[in-house]
């Protein structure tokens, strides 16, 4: 299976070397040179040089020089982990198997933005690291892989989301297994359990001691 990998933060990081310790015929990578909007941001360059694996930096992943190259590498799917924007419709429908994308929170429910901040700060027990298949909505397409992940009173952002990693790493090896075989399954989601969450705000960080 021919995979083409997007990704820019840290999970995206570890989740491309995961792929390259099973190996995972990887094709090609879209990355971002660096970023100011992703406090996570990693280069993702490096792991690419060394497995002769080709790369190129984007902006905008849907523009038409982008989607000529992940389209002249023939790919079978796209796993796109950790991309802060829509991918259009062109590109979902590019490859026979479509896009694997990440969220780390219990779909359906908790859709949307910030999805470990707004876990720790609802008091939620316990959230998910889920991979779906990706479609025009946002986090809505059919679940591929879903594990929950336990929340403690001890837990912070970075505590959070380095469980939900080991988590997520294992997830891969799996479900890579069960796409090559063709024994995956496909899980819809009821829209009609989901809820969204908005994107943070400055006021959200102020604290009232009164």
């Known amino acids: 299976m021919r995979i083409f990998f997007i990704g820019t933060v840290e999970f995206s990081l570890q989740a491309l070397e995961k792929l390259v310790d099973i190996d995972a015929n990887i094709v090609g990578v879209c990355t971002k040179e660096s970023s100011t909007f992703n ?8 792991i690419c040089k060394i497995n002769n694996i080709p790369y190129s930096y984007v902006e905008d992943i849907n523009y038409k020089e982008s989607f000529d190259w992940i389209k002249s590498l023939n790919p ?15 590109l979902l429908k590019l490859t026979p198997y479509g896009v694997i994308g ?4 219990s779909l359906p429910q908790n859709r949307g933005r910030h999805p470990i901040i707004w876990a720790l700060a609802l008091g939620l027990k ?12 946002a986090d809505s397409g059919d679940i591929l892989s879903q594990e929950f992940v336990s929340i403690t ?35 819809v989601q009821d829209d009609d359990l989901s809820n969204t969450w908005r ?10 001691w009164r």
């Open 39 to 46: 406090s996570d941001f990693a280069n993702l360059t490096p």
């Open 76 to 90: 079978d799917i796209i796993f796109c982990f950790g991309w802060s924007s829509l991918i259009k419709d062109d």
């Open 102 to 105: 990440f969220h780390p929170a």
């Open 126 to 137: 316990e959230t998910s690291s889920t991979f779906f298949f990706m479609n025009s909505g």
């Open 153 to 187: 009173y001890e837990d912070n952002a970075k505590s959070l989301y380095d469980k939900i990693i080991v988590i997520a790493l294992v997830q891969i090896e799996k479900f890579v297994k069960e796409l090559i075989n063709n024994s995956f399954n496909k899980i």
């Open 199 to 208: 994107k943070r705000g400055k006021k959200d960080g102020e604290i009232d």
